[in-house]
């Protein structure tokens, strides 16, 4: 297991520290350059939004909370967070969808020289939710969420399974038990996009398609 950095911590006041009972993995990417710059956002915000794991572009596992407890990380209206209270949050730290203009990528759908993305990028093959263009998962981000999957299974029992459409999105995820992406739950929402290794992920996490 890779280590995971517990230094870096969110303070009480941005999680709920009430322990409640696991069967849900939601992975996420940060719409923002680095894990650093998504916990600092996450402490400046009051509505205790937040993840227990951030995944940073060289693999590093950044633990900001003890998992057992839990934050707002789904947005699901009407639910009263009953969603986020039974699930582990998992943030890749990627820029997600990219816009492109005049054959230039760009992020934060806004077009300047801050904004001008040279990374690798991830092509689908039409757009999906609103975008073709993607920031490109690691190898080293996917070995960490695998291997923060397994843990977490083991950790609380959560049930090794995922559906079986990657692309899918359905209120009946709501209520799943599993690993899923946020845009199982939000059709509104490109996270994770369809570059994430999910064969990899389903053979290292012995995963059953549902």
């Known amino acids: 297991m890779s280590e995971v950095d517990r230094t870096n911590r969110l303070d009480k006041k941005d999680y709920i520290a009430a322990e409640t009972k696991k069967s849900l993995i939601v992975l996420h ?3 923002g350059g680095s894990a650093q710059s998504t916990i600092d956002y996450w402490r400046s915000d009051p509505g205790r939004i937040a993840t227990a794991y951030v995944v940073e572009r060289d693999g590093k596992i950044f633990e900001v909370f003890d998992p057992k407890y839990w934050a707002f990380h789904l947005g699901l209206k009407g639910t009263k967070g009953a969603v986020d209270k039974r699930s582990v ?3 890749i730290a990627s820029e997600g969808g990219l816009i492109q ?4 990528l760009y992020c934060f759908d806004k077009v300047s020289e801050r904004t001008r993305f040279t990374q690798d990028y991830y092509e689908h093959p039409e757009p999906w939710r609103g975008f073709r263009f993607f920031d490109a998962y690691a190898d ?7 291997e923060l999957i397994n843990l977490l299974c083991d950790q609380f029992g959560i049930p090794r399974k ?3 459409d990657h692309f899918d999105a359905d209120d009946a995820y709501r ?4 690993i899923i992406g946020h845009h ?4 509104d929402k490109s996270d994770i996009h369809p570059g994430f290794q999910w064969q990899r992920t389903i053979d290292e996490c012995r995963l059953e398609l549902t």
């Open 101 to 104: 203009r005049n054959g230039v």
């Open 184 to 187: 199982h739950v939000r059709p």
């Open 175 to 178: 209520a799943f038990e599993g």
């Open 162 to 164: 995922t559906p079986a």
């Open 89 to 91: 949050g998992i943030e």
């Open 29 to 31: 990417h940060t719409v």
């Open 140 to 146: 080293v981000q996917a070995a960490a969420v695998a």
